[in-house]
């Protein structure tokens, strides 16, 4: 693998948000926007690094693998969080960090840089909790890794 390209919400990072003085994973678009305003850089403040994720990534970095954020932000406020919260669990760990607007962008996004890189489709990976995302990547001969493959071990057998 030559590319890997790692979603942050709920792969990176296990969310959890301060709502009202109780925790919870997430929140409706309009609360989230305002959420991110309130905190601005801090919006990450609760979430948590997964250490699974991170030591599948670093495995994958020393066999000579270059890794990149890719996720979606609808907010440069939301953008500037997210580095935060990488630059604090995660430093030094990414050759470059990715937002693109939409989920649905991801696999263009990937595609467009495999070019760039002159490298195969097949020569990248996307890890990601969005199984739907993930399904795109199949069909388009991007690796595809599930967090709960991670998390439980791996498919291989």
């Given at each position: 693998m ?91 760990m ?32 996307l ?14 001969g ?16």
């Amino acid at each position: 693998m030559q590319a890997m390209f790692i979603d942050v919400d709920g792969t990176l990072s296990s969310p959890c948000y301060k709502v009202n003085g109780k925790f919870q994973i997430g929140m409706s678009d309009v609360q989230w926007a305002d959420y991110c305003s309130k905190h601005g850089e801090d919006t990450y403040e609760w979430c948590r690094p997964v250490m699974q994720v991170k030591e599948y990534a670093m495995k994958a970095k020393e066999k000579g693998t270059k890794l990149y954020v890719l996720t979606t932000s609808g907010t440069k406020i939301e953008t500037a969080a997210k580095r935060r919260f990488l630059d604090r669990y995660y430093a030094g760990m990414f050759d470059d960090i990715y937002a693109v607007e939409h989920d649905d962008d991801k696999v263009r996004f990937i595609l467009k840089k495999a070019a760039e890189l002159g490298i195969e489709p097949s020569d990248c990976e996307l890890v990601e909790d969005t199984y739907r995302i993930l399904l795109q990547t199949v069909t388009e001969g991007i690796k595809s890794t599930h967090i709960t493959t991670i998390l439980t071990g791996g498919c291989e057998r």
